[in-house]
């Protein structure tokens, strides 16, 4: 590995090692054994004997949660030139975090996370890339939407509200009503599509359920109860004009503690041609699954990836219905 310069040093001693990370495995109600998606945290809370299954079990390289660290997020600037841009993000970044430790790190280089985990002082790591691209105001392309509902009636009107009042408007809206005998009711809008598929519930069912009906140039997928923020829809599709550019995400507000840089069913776009509708159920983390997977066997590399530091959905885990009622 070559030499690591962060420009701060509230992680510590610039070297210091931390013991190996413990794997404490878990396995949830109705999934598989799920050091392949569950946080760490979940993994403590009902350890497997070794013999109930292959142990210690394997973490991906891309595993962005230390054990060994205390509660709280270090977000870690990576390949980082233009510093002006980090700063912006930074501010904004504290200004959406409230009452939960985190701390800054920047790096000049493009390291993994067992890379960073000696120079981060807490649990959650947030991979924020320096990533550059250039504008073409003259790039339209249409946005395919899919979105699986299940019961939530109640809420998904709002969904699409934030949805109507993006400021691009070239899109489409394939809705897939996972609830047997459910209703959906929208706003009357040629732009939006309802199609049912009930015959299993499950969220990644209803994914997959989505793709032949995609007619755009660019796809994604959202959740039903979740909020599109302002620009979500102009500033995610503006780097795809670049055709080398094949994927780009951004960050997403869980909740006033913490804002998350991943690949989340919402955060993460698609070229239309290259999106299958190959979403697998029975990980908590099957976004993070389905796109890394699609990274890594496209062979994409960092030219390939953009990464707006720009926090463009907000969540809400609606307790009422949702697609984990029907299964992981």
């Not at 930074?90 to 959406?96: F, I």
């Not at 109507?164 to 897939?176: A, M, T």
């Not at 047997?180 to 732009?191: A, C, F, M």
């Not at 049912?196 to 359920?209: G, T």
Request: net charge negative; glycine share 6%; proline share 8%.
């Amino acid at each position: 590995m070559s030499q690591v310069k962060p420009n701060l040093t509230s992680f510590g001693p610039q070297g210091q090692k931390r013991p190996p990370l413990v794997v404490r495995p878990y396995r949830a109600p109705g999934c598989r054994y799920a050091a392949d998606g569950l946080t760490l945290d979940w993994f403590a809370q009902q350890p497997v004997k070794p013999e109930e299954h292959k142990w210690p079990y394997p973490l991906p390289e891309w595993w962005t949660a230390n054990i060994d660290g205390t509660n709280g997020v270090s977000y870690c600037f990576l390949n980082v030139t233009n510093r002006e841009r980090v700063s912006a993000i930074k501010a904004e970044l504290t200004r959406l975090v409230k009452g939960h430790p985190m701390e800054f790190l920047e790096f000049e280089e493009d390291l993994t996370p067992p890379q960073l985990f000696p120079y981060c002082r807490y649990r959650w790591l947030m991979l924020i890339d320096d990533s550059q691209y250039v504008v073409d105001p003259n790039y339209q392309p249409k946005v395919s939407i899919i979105m699986g509902t299940f019961r939530r009636q109640h809420i998904i009107g709002r969904t699409v509200k934030t949805l109507l009042e993006q400021d691009h408007k070239n899109w489409e809206l394939i809705v897939v009503n996972n609830e047997k005998d459910g209703v959906v009711s929208l706003p009357d809008d040629p732009r939006i599509r309802v199609f049912e598929h009930s015959d299993v519930a499950n969220p990644c069912y209803a994914k997959n359920c989505g793709y032949p009906y995609v007619t755009g140039d660019l796809v994604c997928c959202f959740d039903d109860d979740n909020d599109m923020l302002p620009g979500y829809l102009s500033k995610m599709a503006a780097p795809f004009a670049d055709p080398k550019v094949r994927v780009v995400h951004c960050g997403m507000r869980l909740d006033s503690t913490i804002c998350d840089f991943s690949y989340d069913t919402q955060e993460a776009w698609l070229r239309a041609e290259d999106a299958t509708p190959t979403w697998v159920p029975g990980s908590m983390v099957h976004d993070q699954i389905y796109y890394r997977g699609i990274i890594k066997a496209k062979g994409w590399t960092r030219e390939n990836i953009i990464q707006l530091g720009e926090v463009l959905i907000q969540a809400h885990t609606d307790p009422k219905g949702g697609m984990r009622e029907g299964g992981c």
